[in-house]
Nanobody
Framework: QVELVESGGGLVQPGGSLRLSCAAS????????MGWYRQAPGKQRELVAV???????NYRHSVKGRFTVSRDSSENTVYLQMNSLKPEDTAVYYC?????????WGQGTQVTIAS
């Protein structure tokens, strides 16, 4: 079992920045995909950004150029640097990882963009 613990959410004004972190622990074998989804009220959960072990990344179109996803050297911690935040980025952000084909999710962290 892999546990994912997120941190870094909060309230920020439009145009501001936040950095989310997610650390994996437990019985880790080899985390392959690791990244972030988000879910706004009344909407489906959607992919924000994901990294694949070895370095490739994939971003939701609406966050390209504003968000940067990265992993540390252990490949067991993932970060999401969010710049130029917009009110439509408001959501609960969930950390996501796959290990030997099994999906794991964090508990979610609230990100609110408001004046």
């Amino acid at each position: 079992q892999v546990e994912l613990v997120e941190s870094g959410g909060g309230l920020v004004q439009p145009g501001g920045s936040l950095r989310l972190s997610c650390a994996a622990s437990g019985h880790i074998s080899s985390i392959h995909n690791m990244g972030w989804y988000r879910q706004a009220p009344g909407k489906q959960r959607e992919l924000v950004a994901v990294t694949v072990r070895g370095g490739s990344t994939n971003y939701r179109h609406s966050v390209k150029g504003r968000f940067t996803v990265s992993r540390d050297s252990s490949e067991n911690t993932v970060y999401l640097q969010m710049n130029s935040l917009k009110p439509e980025d408001t959501a609960v952000y969930y950390c996501y990882a796959t290990d030997r084909g099994v999906e794991y999710w964090g508990q979610g962290t609230q990100v609110t963009i408001a004046s």
